[in-house]
T-cell receptor, first 112, second 115 residues
Framework: DQQVKQNSPSLSVQEGRISILNCDYT??????FLWYKKYPAEGPTFLIS?????DKNEDGRFTVFLNKSAKHLSLHIVPSQPGDSAVYFC???????????FGKGTKLTVNP | GAVVSQHPSWVICKSGTSVKIECRSL??????MFWYRQFPKQSLMLMAT?????????EQGVEKDKFLINHASLTLSTLTVTSAHPEDSSFYIC???????????FGQGTRLTVV
């Protein structure tokens, strides 16, 4: 049973517009959430994270929103750039656990 | 951010031979490192958790005798794929967590092709 779900396998956005990547989780013990960006044949790169005590974290063009009651988080990228084209993984960490649980990823394509 | 170096980035080996992949944390100490495998168009699958100075903890379905993990120091973990077969061809990625940070940092990955 998937504990972290990214229901959209792909997303296509025009350059300059907003990209919204969604992630849902089922385990209420998760208290830390991370987003990773991955290019083909490379390891994932950490992008941004959020603790369950917050509902928003912003870093430049990237903002992550957390809705604990809905067990939902989203990553907003604005404005989107062609270099943002990659696969984005949502990951969760439970209290006292060292293991990251990953979603299946969403492939973002930003068109010039 | 912290740096995790993985070597080699790609390797081709003959069926039946063994391959060793190294994972190093370059600017922090990692008591725990993780090894993942990624199949095409799929998510990262955790294979095992490597603890410095002790035996690795393997996920269900992962053969510990086939995927040997050694975490000899706080900055180095190795994964050895023994008696490799074509079905072992995959993208292997390691990660390490800095004890002072929550996020995990990943190596560049190793593309293994068994012919």
């Amino acid at each position: 049973d998937q504990q972290v779900k990214q229901n959209s396998p792909s997303l296509s956005v025009q350059e300059g517009r907003i990209s919204i990547l969604n992630c849902d989780y089922t385990n209420s013990m998760f208290d830390y959430f991370l987003w990773y960006k991955k290019y083909p044949a490379e390891g994932p790169t950490f992008l941004i994270s959020i603790s369950s005590i917050k509902d928003k974290n912003e870093d430049g063009r990237f903002t992550v929103f957390l809705n604990k009651s809905a067990k939902h988080l989203s990553l907003h990228i604005v404005p989107s750039q062609p270099g943002d084209s990659a696969v984005y993984f949502c990951a969760s960490l439970g209290s006292g656990s060292e293991k990251l649980v990953f979603g299946k990823g969403t492939k973002l394509t930003v068109n010039p | 951010g912290a740096v995790v170096s993985q070597h080699p980035s790609w390797v081709i080996c003959k069926s039946g031979t063994s391959v060793k992949i190294e994972c190093r944390s370059l600017d922090f100490q990692a008591t725990t490192m993780f090894w993942y495998r990624q199949f095409p168009k799929q998510s990262l699958m955790l294979m095992a958790t490597s603890n410095e100075g002790s035996k690795a903890t393997y996920e269900q379905g992962v053969e510990k005798d086939k995927f040997l993990i050694n975490h000899a120091s706080l900055t180095l973990s190795t994964l050895t794929v023994t008696s490799a077969h074509p079905e072992d061809s995959s993208f292997y990625i390691c990660s390490a967590r800095d004890q002072e940070k929550t996020e995990a940092f990943f190596g560049q990955g190793t593309r293994l092709t068994v012919v």
